[in-house]
């Protein structure tokens, strides 16, 4: 099923979705999709929202309840969620997605999508050659790397710093797309020009998507 | 904020003082005490209990009878203990809580709000959860008054309370099905509604009706029920035990010459949980009848109760009469509260069934608000304003 | 396809243009003087690298730059927090017109135009492809002479042999650099486009007859490759007998043909005091032109008689006589020579021959300078009057054939010391007045006075590193700045840099062989018998 998720908070810059599965949100950089049908409720013509996950938590679902220790030298681990089943009631996992384009017409945009993405839709994985064509065009990246990304609080309790959610959406779209060495260059490069006046968040963000092999020698183009 | 806290804090610690040098003597009495429970002539007690309350209609005190049931209780007087059975590996707990948003004096618009909630937790190779909650406003006549039709005996104060138990114990119906697997059903507080007490027979009857009706269903489904009181203030048994020790005319203390007569004393203040600190983790208590006057209109779903060692605290569990009958339901029952308190991941443990119920029964004060936004903007849309008390409208706005 | 370099971001027209470079294009691919094309959105600018600069787009990483970082980090860092630029400096604009019509494009009547303007930001620097090449240098063929090709590519750029006649040109470079292969080339180039007439000085016995290079094969002479089109002179006569290497002509100078101003001009080599042209002067007063034969038979009473007439003074007047008796003591001076064999040698260039003046055993200092000083006289006042005459009857066929002179160490005749008394200095200063220019080969262009030098229409330079030298070279050429460096990074053997007039702006190349390949080019042909008397028929007329 490739519904993972239902938005129940949504603002012009992303939107807040609580995961069908406990524990199990979609990875940190993922790109995620919120399918629109069009005015006319036709399916030909609908549009969809695509966003990068930036944000995950897992915590009870009523705010004044907080989770206490419940693990015993027997009982630990998962066998905690088997022994108190309410758990799977009590909690709930979210996440936070900031937008960065959307498909209308078979087109693909890399900007903000005029309307908001509808409270209570759903949220789906993409599929692969959704994520090959979104990605084949690296301007939306300019909507999650500082300084011109949405302010944190406003893309949804943000509290991961938005290099390290640059950097796990480079990692995570290079694995999408089949370990795909040019595409990593030509991010790399990207980000390169758009952190150019600070090269210590460049490094920091470089340090995190380089490929982990030594023996990956990059050739000069 | 006008509170003086300067002389409190003074008191506050007087008192404190005051009370931990009772602490040894408390003690004292209570081994005493216990000391009597062991020895305790059970058909002794029972005789005099039958002399001296059996006649009258009511007793200021409320005790604890033993119950009929034989040889096999009350093997050491009244200090019998019976450790926990191990539970089922497949079973489920069932706890029903509920909440309400009484009728407001202040609004012009008379209506009420009831919340019940429930926690179906399955345990076991197959475990899961469902919490949820039935919520209905009510403001017909027959919701506002005992007796519609008359308009009789307005539904208020311990008549409210006592139709919210009921709705309470109705949404069993609604939610048990039927499963190979035990079930057993844990509700929060007594089962014995003794707030009614003061009301007529036929109101009590009227407002015990849900509640009794479900109880049976329960009985016909074979699924024991258990009220859970968690820090019970009772002294039903304390006061059993000054009827025991008495050599006169309980009641009647005035010019008593007996030894006894501190420890008497003492037992006039001690609760049932201290007298009962000495059970053992998951253990329970002998069972006993409890004396309510409300029971009398029970029938055969009287209550009966013990004690209970949850591990942290002594919490007392009334059980219908059938239950405390009927061993192997008595046995699931006392094993999944035990299963339940281990399972809890607060101290002092508490059922989670009953912690999840009353979480999902729980009625905020932005939802109260909220009924009654709807409420003058449904009015209002047809025209009618609602205007609240003047007392009501100076505590909401204070201003100054 | 061209492969694009970078955008212009910067820039002022006097300076030149700063292209910031694309990623991916290391400024090692690039070299000082490389010939590129800046596309604006109207024109097209031929332009030169001047120069290159390393940058970074935040300054904190050249204090702290990133240590061991994996090849994946360096390759994301070049060219977009770090990055380089270079300055180009357009030396020629084009209109832009249809690009696909390319003949159109080479047949543009006006052709590349200097330039007035620069390009807006961003304006896009290629590398220049062949057409570029061609629009700008024009296609072999005519007077339009292959001198070597791109550092990069294989087509020939031209000089245009026609313009580099219509002035003096030089040929500089460091020993080493091949300035004779270059002058081999050049003058190759004339004969074979007949653009004009050669008189070599030549006073290595470099041009005539097959010579062994440093790298021991032999490269032909001028006689192997253009047979009896070329005559070659001789001052050594034992060398005119050579079997196979035989020269055409023998020629002996007279003690009366030389004049006061070849003898100053010689001060050094004769080791003449101060006072020499003074009392030379003195000498002139009395005995016109035959004061040298005079002066070189006087006795000692004859001298002592002479000071006490005119006033010179005895010990100037003896050591002068001294000094000049060296001069008869030369094989190829007589006492008393007629001006026939330079005459005859004058008319054999108007009509179409080359000459080489070989010097043989006489390649002294003293001997070259005082040679090559006097025949060109002669040559000069003969052109001068067939140049008069034709402009009194401007009769077609009178005008006399345009007549380069190739003389190597220019620098002793054309330094500023006696730049105004050689004729060389004459020639260089009268412009082709009389149809007579100059080739000047030399490795020490600062040796040459700047008025000289900067009369030079077109300059082959080879790689220069002295910073005198090189400010020499640039004397008197725009976008100097540019040059400097593109001079001082060629290579040794083979580069070159053209500037001036021949060429419609300066670029750097590598040169042509000198090799076989060259030779079928100038259609070289066996030197046989019936060519040896056409030869002779040619050199004395019909």
Redesign the interface.
Known sequence: MSRIGEIIETMSTGFVAESFELNRPPALGSLVVVRLPDEAGARATEVDLYAVVTYGRTAGI?PS?RA???STDEVFDQAI??????????LRTEFCAALVGFASGGQMYQHLPSQLPPLHFSVHHPTAQEVQRFTNRLQYLRLLAPPYAAPAAASGAGQVPPLQVVAANVRWVYKARGRDEEW??AA??E???L??????A??TV??AI??VH?T???E?? | MPLKLGPISGQVQSMAKALVEQFPVQEDYLRRARKHLRSADVDRLRAKLERHFGRQPRFPWLVAKPLDAGQRLYQQGLAGTTSAPPAPRDFCVVGTDGSSIPPDRHSPVRYYVVNVGYALITYGSEPSAVLDSQSQLCFEDRDMYVFPKEHEAPLEGVRFGARMEGESLRILRDVLQASTRPIVVLRDGPLTLWTLQNEEEKVQHALLRDFLDAMSFLRDSHIPLGGYISFSGSRDVANSLRVLICEGQPGQCHGCTSDERDLCQALATIRDRDLFANLEEGQRSELFASSSQVLEAYGDQRADFFYFNAGGEIARVEVPRWVSLTDEQLGLLHAVIHDQCQRSPGFPPYPPALLEAHEQAVITVSERRLIEEMVEQSLGQLGHHVTRSAKDDSKRRRGV | MFKSLGLVVDGTFNSGLIVRLNPGVSLEQLRIGNFVVVDGQHNRYFSLISDMQLKATDPRMLSDPPRQASPFVAHTLAGTSTYATVEVKPMLMLEKVDETDADALLAEGTGPQPVRTIPMHFAELREATELDFATVFGQEGGSNFAMGMPLAMDLPICLNLDRFVERSNGIFGQSGTGKSFLARLVISGVIKTRVAVNLIFDMHDEYSFDKQTEDGHFVKGFKQLFGSQVLVYTLDEQMARRPGRNADVTLKIGLNQIEEADIVLLSEQLNLRPTAEATIGLLHDVYHDRWLLKLLEMTQEELDEFCRASGAHPASMASLQRNLKRLPRQDYVLPEASFSTLDDMVEALDRGKHVILQFGRHNSVLDYVLVSNLVTRRVRHRYEEKMRRYEETQKVGQEPRPLMITIEEAHKFLNPAVAGQTTFGTIAREMRKYNVTLLVIDQRPSGIDDEVMSQLGTRVAGKITEERDIEAVLTGVSNRSALRGALASLDTRQQILIMGHAVPMPIVMRTRTYDQEFYRAMGARPNTAASAEADISDLFGD
């Open positions: 009523d309840r206490v220790r419940r969620y088997r022994q108190n089943p309410e758990l799977e009631r009590t990593l260059k790399a490069r980000i390169a020009t952190l150019k006046s600070d090269h210590e460049l490094l470089l340090y380089e490929p030594a990956d020698a990059v000069e183009s």
